[in-house]
């Protein structure tokens, strides 16, 4: 069974000295990683520069990606000729189109015309008190996933942060759903700690909890091998 | 000598999930350090969590800062203490005040009123096609080094991407006036390489120029332990 894990958080430039990142340090999908390397299979870990990474050893291939649009065409072959895809990555939901100072946006007739402006300077100037940065969403990765290969089976995650039980599960099963994942990994970022890690993998018929990290990464090995 | 040194960058975050980060990896600044700590001087190094830093050692003592406001706190103490502060940290400087879709700014009489609005979600909403962030200028911090201890000697950093040596040299120049520097270390995005550093360190009557980070750091120990 040939396995791929992603893991860290991309990261979207907004000039070249600044980008918007995320706080995922790859630190989960790690310990994943290495609990399929310790069970002798094969993975391909695609990630970050500044993610933790499991020790370099035979079975492990690394890819490093940076922004989404890098992650799109690092993740399409590999998709297509492995069994099993992990999706831990935090992946940026928008990536800058414009910045500009308040100025240029209340002498827009329109702000969509500021939509298609695109800066010049390669560090754009730090002159005016305010800043307006225009954002676009980015493609949906995991909802590509199935139509490069309709055949691998997805885990996928969803992390909101200080939302109710009923709100992280009902976007679970949204997305379980929507991206025809066999799991779907849900957690709220203020129930991770140094320490802990509390999570749900929500299946189509099941939910298990986990409260560590260590816990988490022995759900989804299990899960993630087993025939559906 | 006390040495105080800065490296890395700061984040400001967007939501408990989203921020905006810069490209500083802390590698000049650990240099610089090293540089120090080999010819037997105390140094405090003020850097991030990410950032690469010097190995453990008795005469190094760590402070790890997130964002403009705590590198802020974080280094008035510091600045009152120490002999010499070299500010090689990439200091962001625009933080987020409110994000919000398209709507909402088209719909606003004035753009300016959205500057006091605040996001009350913890990861803001990622339904909208476009998003637009608002963002405010931080404080300067090299600017309040001298008011903090107009003793201290200053070496500070000047970073830009893709410009002539004169808009380098001219941005440089105001900063060592504006600022009361001794030496401002000048240098260009697009020529830092993997294996290269090309930059300028300039003082008030003099130049000097440096092609790796080692050069930089020897330059900076150099003139960072004359008097003036």
């Not at 799109?72 to 100072?101: F, G, N, R």
């Amino acid at each position: 069974m040939k396995i791929l894990i992603t893991s860290g958080g991309t990261r979207e430039k907004i000039d070249a000295v600044r980008s918007i990142a995320n706080h995922a340090s790859g630190s989960l999908g790690k310990q994943i990683a290495e609990k399929f390397l310790a069970q002798g299979h094969q993975v391909t870990l695609v990630t970050t520069k500044t993610a933790v990474k499991p020790a370099r050893q035979p079975n492990l291939c690394l890819a490093e990606i940076t922004d989404v649009s890098s992650l799109i065409q690092t993740l399409e072959p590999l998709v297509k000729t492995h069994d099993l895809l992990i999706h831990s990555m935090a992946v940026s939901d928008y990536t800058p189109v414009y910045m500009t100072d308040l100025d240029e946006v209340q002498q827009a007739e329109n702000v969509t015309e500021l939509l298609s402006r695109k800066n010049s300077q390669q560090k754009i100037s730090s002159a005016a008190d305010y800043q307006v940065l225009f954002l676009k969403k980015t493609a949906k990765v995991i909802s590509l996933v199935k139509q490069w290969n309709p055949q691998i089976k997805l885990i996928g995650f969803k992390l909101l942060a200080g939302v109710s039980k009923d709100t992280l599960f009902a976007a679970a099963r949204k997305s379980l759903i929507n991206n025809q994942a066999s799991y779907i990994l849900a957690n709220d970022l203020f129930e991770i700690k140094a320490d802990s890690h509390h999570a749900f993998l929500i299946g189509h018929t099941e939910i298990h909890e986990a409260f560590t990290k260590s816990e988490i990464a022995q759900l989804i090995y299990e899960k993630g091998i087993q025939n559906d």
